[in-house]
């Protein structure tokens, strides 16, 4: 159980265009869903907060109009990269938890997406 | 400062061998630890969590010293497939946020 998966795994998009992302809990309801970021040989930087039906909480340095978060369900949040550009190219890894007390409160990791914006 | 610290390594160890390291963090308000593995381009996977009075998994030991704020991992008899980062990391709010070190990379040798 407590499977996260991510859609798609890997992405490559020219510089200008816009890349959105998939994150689903499949067997459990995640109230809150975080998206990370993650540049090699570096830790994983939270990028956003996403709690289902209502407005994500990004963190400081990260532009919540270039990072569009979406939490429609408690089974699936999106993040979309607008107007992507080199620098954004990274590994993004969403984690989800089920805040309602089940599974302890951990939290479980997709398998992440790499980006290459050319 | 970073919130959590983390000697990035490489430690090259030998197979069947002992490995310690450490991780510091900076909120003395954090108030659940855990280390996670990451292998290369894979995501994270929790591999404990830290108790207050530490704790064993096998061949894996986890301590805490609050006072001086730091966690520590100890691998005993390594194996080839231990090679990997160790992620350090801290929960430090109500909304369980995940503080991640950089990173401590292991590399096993035959």
């Known amino acids: 159980g407590a499977v996260v998966s991510q859609h798609p795994s890997w992405v490559i998009c020219k510089s200008g265009t816009s890349v959105k992302i998939e994150c689903r809990s499949l067997?459990?309801?995640?109230?809150?869903m975080f998206w990370y970021r993650q540049f090699p040989k570096q830790s994983l930087m939270l990028m956003a907060t996403s709690n289902e039906g209502s407005k994500a909480t990004y963190e400081q340095g990260v532009e919540k109009d270039k990072f569009l978060i979406n939490h429609a369900s408690l089974t699936l949040s999106t993040l979309t990269v607008t107007s992507a550009h080199p620098e954004d190219s990274s590994f993004y890894i969403c984690?989800?938890?089920?805040?309602?007390?089940?599974?302890?409160?951990?939290?479980?990791f997709g398998p992440g997406t790499r980006l290459t914006v050319l | 400062r970073k919130e959590v610290e983390q000697d990035p390594g490489p430690f090259n160890v030998p197979e069947g061998a002992t490995v310690a390291f450490n991780c510091t963090y900076s909120n003395s308000a954090s108030q659940s630890f855990f280390w996670y593995r990451q292998d290369c381009r894979k995501e994270p996977k929790l591999l404990m969590s830290v108790y207050s009075s530490g704790n064993e998994d096998g061949r894996f030991t986890a301590q805490l010293n609050r006072a001086s704020q730091y966690i520590s991992l100890l691998i005993r008899d390594s194996k080839l497939s231990d090679s990997a980062t160790y992620l350090c990391v801290a929960i430090t709010d109500s909304w369980g946020k995940l503080q991640f070190g950089a990173g401590t990379q292991v590399v096993v040798t035959p």
């Open positions: 067997d459990f309801q995640a109230t809150t």
């Open positions: 984690s989800a938890r089920d805040t309602s007390g089940g599974l302890n409160n951990e939290q479980f």
